[in-house]
């Protein structure tokens, strides 16, 4: 059984740092590209950073030089970094696992990120 266990969200001011954290079980983790996405309300999910297993990172432009996405295949487990939070960061966040070429094919169950003053 798949498993990716999201946490790490919070509510933060503006300007403020969270570090999410997703650990997986049930797949083997370095055959998978890991990323983060998000889904703020009335939107559409999309895609926030994400991490090959060699390393090779992917940022959308919202979020560059802010926010910063690390992987630890020993322990299975995936990270974001986010610094200098803003209220437009603010939406679900969820942790996806997905081969080369394909969308995600697991989730995690979303941590909740909000940004307010």
């Known amino acids: 059984q798949v498993t990716l266990v999201d946490s790490g969200g919070g509510l933060v001011q503006p300007g403020g740092s969270l570090r999410l954290s997703c650990a997986a079980s049930?797949?083997?983790?370095?055959?998978?590209?890991m990323g983060w996405y998000r889904q703020a309300p009335g939107k559409q999910r999309e895609l926030v950073a994400d991490i090959t297993s060699g390393g090779s990172t992917n940022y959308a432009d919202s979020v560059k030089g802010r926010f910063a996405i690390s992987r630890d295949n020993a322990k299975n487990s995936v990270y974001l970094q986010m610094n200098s939070l803003e209220p437009d960061d603010t939406a679900v966040y969820y942790c996806?696992?997905?081969?080369?070429?394909?969308?995600?094919?697991?989730w995690g169950q979303g941590t909740q990120v909000t940004v307010s003053s």
């Open positions: 996806g696992a997905r081969r080369l070429g394909a969308p995600p094919a697991y």
């Open positions: 049930g797949i083997i983790f370095r055959l998978y590209i």
